[in-house]
């Protein structure tokens, strides 16, 4: 079956801009996760969204936001971009309560120049 | 809350050689640990998971972990290491099965050497 769909794989952005990232989980999957990939934090968590209401979240500004639409698929936004917002974003999807962990897209990279 | 710490940064190892990954965590309730490998520009494969059941996990390629409840550990293992192994690695740990976040160490770069 298709895996994590990730879109666009790569963007550059201008600081100031807004950005808008897109994730289509594997069928059946209704739990999407965001992280933010960098090479000094590593990967850091940013949101999960079930059912399309976001059940935890990270330590990110307000800047950065998400939504999950009833298909399970889901967008995050980061607005007023900064030089620092430069990363990989990587999307993965599981089941709810799984012993399975997560199944992780390619990740979109994007630079803020 | 819970948390993952890896404590190299880079491991180098010659092929043909055993090679070992460190991780250590910190949960309040039953941890599920989880290794995963990271290919350049690539997202995170899954590699094995520790629930509960035998200390001693086996996963894909060969690679192996041992979970340890009294050194709160979950070391990455491998008896033969291949050049293909290079790669970084990330150890991962949940809080129980519930709605919490899986949460990730920094990563350890593996570097095999011919």
């Known amino acids: 079956k298709a895996g994590v769909t990730q879109t666009p794989r790569y963007l550059i952005k201008t600081r100031g801009q807004q950005v808008t990232l897109s994730c289509s989980p594997i069928s059946g999957h209704r739990s999407v996760s965001w992280y933010q990939q960098t090479p000094g934090q590593g990967l850091q968590f940013l949101f999960e969204?079930?059912?399309?209401?976001?059940?935890n979240k990270g330590n990110f500004p307000g800047r950065f936001s998400g939504r999950q639409f009833s298909n399970s698929r889901s967008e995050m936004n980061v607005s007023t971009l900064e030089l620092g917002d430069s990363a990989l974003y990587l999307c993965a999807s599981s089941q709810p309560e799984s012993v399975y962990g997560y199944t992780f897209g390619s990740g979109t990279r994007l630079t803020v120049v | 809350a819970q948390s993952v710490a890896q404590p190299e940064d880079q491991v180098n190892v010659a092929e043909g050689n055993p090679l070992t990954v460190k991780c250590t965590y910190s949960v309040s309730g039953n941890p599920y640990l989880f290794w995963y490998v990271q290919y350049p520009n690539r997202g995170l494969q899954f590699l094995l998971k520790?629930?509960?059941?035998?200390?001693l996990v086996k996963g894909s390629y060969g690679f192996e972990a041992e979970f340890n409840k009294s050194q709160t550990s979950f070391h990455l293992k491998k008896p033969s290491a291949l050049v293909s192994d290079s790669a970084l690695y990330f150890c991962a740990v949940r809080d129980g099965p519930g709605n919490t976040p899986l949460v990730f160490g920094k990563g350890t770069r593996l570097s095999v050497i011919a």
């Open positions: 520790y629930i509960t059941g035998d200390n």
């Open positions: 969204y079930f059912s399309e209401t976001q059940r």
